[in-house]
Nanobody, 119 residues
Framework: QVQLVESGGGLVQFGGSLTISCAASGSTFAINSMGWYRQAPGKLRELVAT???????NYADSVKGRFSIRRDYAKNMVYLQMNSLKPGDTAVYYCNAVTPTTATRGGYWGQGTQVTVSS
């Protein structure tokens, strides 16, 4: 089992920056990819960024050039640096961790952290 706890969400103005964090605990040795997803009101959950072990980051087109994902393997953390934020980025952001045994069912999820961008 892997437990994920997000932090760092909040209210930010249009064009501002924010970094959200996710701490993983439990069977972290089994994690082979971590990432961030988001869900806005009335919309489906969508991929924001993923970063597999030893691999390159993958970003949604809507955030390329503005968001950056980073992992701290020693601390079992994953971060999402968000710049040039827009009201369209307003959503609950969820941390995700995938292990080989959970890949087919989407992996583990945190409880989410709210990010609100004011215009």
């Amino acid at each position: 089992q892997v437990q994920l706890v997000e932090s760092g969400g909040g209210l930010v103005q249009f064009g501002g920056s924010l970094t959200i964090s996710c701490a993983a605990s439990g069977s972290t040795f089994a994690i082979n990819s971590m990432g961030w997803y988001r869900q806005a009101p009335g919309k489906l959950r969508e991929l924001v960024a993923t970063l597999p072990d030893g691999g390159s980051p993958n970003y949604a087109d809507s955030v390329k050039g503005r968001f950056s994902i980073r992992r701290d393997y020693a601390k079992n953390m994953v971060y999402l640096q968000m710049n040039s934020l827009k009201p369209g980025d307003t959503a609950v952001y969820y941390c995700n961790a995938v292990t080989p045994t959970t890949a087919t069912r989407g992996g583990y999820w945190g409880q989410g952290t709210q990010v609100t961008v004011s215009s």
